[in-house]
T-cell receptor, first 112, second 109 residues
Framework: AAGVIQSPRHLIKEKRETATLKCYPI?????VYWYQQGPGQDPQFLIS???????DKGSIPDRFSAQQFSDYHSELNMSSLELGDSALYFC???????????FGPGTRLTVT | AQRVTQPEKLLSVFKGAPVELKCNYS??????LFWYVQYSRQRLQLLLR??SRESIKGFTADLNKGETSFHLKKPFAQEEDSAMYYC???????????FGKGTTLSVSS
């Protein structure tokens, strides 16, 4: 069965650079979530989209933005990267009518 | 406010021993609770959801509304069960999952 796809798997950036992470949800899933998991930390909710509209916002810094496109894929744009942004970024998707979320493999971002 | 508490950061057991990973929650109303497992910093995988009352990989979890708990249990732990386990529930708006801090399960022979 198709799963959530994230791209790239690994990304190394320098401080103050920008990064774009991509997420392709499971087909027919209309909601996408972004989570950040720091080393040894639990996943923290960043932002979510339902039907291409932002549905909720968590602890996402102002330096980050995201959107969901017409094909339901989502992109997380990160600017002015800081060392503390180094983390595993997960995308998850689900279908309306269920709270169950399916996670992608994550993008490991390292900021040097 | 919704909250998930996993009181144990690490649980270390021998192979074949019973395992219970604790999860307590606070939620206004009837929550839908989940257990996710994460092996070696891989993706979070859904292990169990309380509404389905199923057993996956020998694990079970029962929602106890009186004690506001959703403990994860397995009668005989295996080495391949070693992983990080997260208990989670939706926020009140249903727009995100709230995770506990996680419990690392280490099973050794």
């Amino acid at each position: 069965a198709a799963g959530v796809i994230q791209s790239p798997r690994h990304l190394i950036k320098e401080k103050r650079e920008t990064a774009t992470l991509k997420c392709y949800p499971i087909p027919r899933h209309d909601t996408v979530y972004w989570y950040q998991q720091g080393p040894g930390q639990d996943p923290q909710f960043l932002i979510s989209f339902y039907e291409k509209m932002q549905s909720d916002k968590g602890s996402i810094p102002d330096r980050f933005s995201a959107q969901q496109f017409s094909d339901y894929h989502s992109e997380l744009n990160m600017s002015s990267l800081e060392l503390g942004d180094s983390a595993l970024y997960f995308c998850a998707s689900h279908q309306a009518g269920s709270y169950e979320q399916y996670f992608g493999p994550g993008t490991r971002l390292t900021v040097t | 406010a919704q909250r998930v508490t996993q009181p144990e950061k690490l649980l270390s057991v021998f192979k074949g021993a019973p395992v219970e990973l604790k999860c307590n929650y606070s939620y206004s109303g009837s929550p839908e609770l989940f257990w996710y497992v994460q092996y070696s910093r891989q993706r979070l995988q859904l292990l169990l959801r309380h509404i389905s009352r199923e057993s996956i990989k020998g694990f079970t979890a029962d929602l106890n509304k009186g004690e506001t708990s959703f403990h994860l249990k397995k009668p005989f732990a295996q080495e391949e069960d070693s992983a990080m386990y997260y208990c989670a529930l939706p926020n009140q708006a249903g727009t995100a999952l709230i995770f506990g801090k996680g419990t690392t399960l280490s099973v050794s022979s």
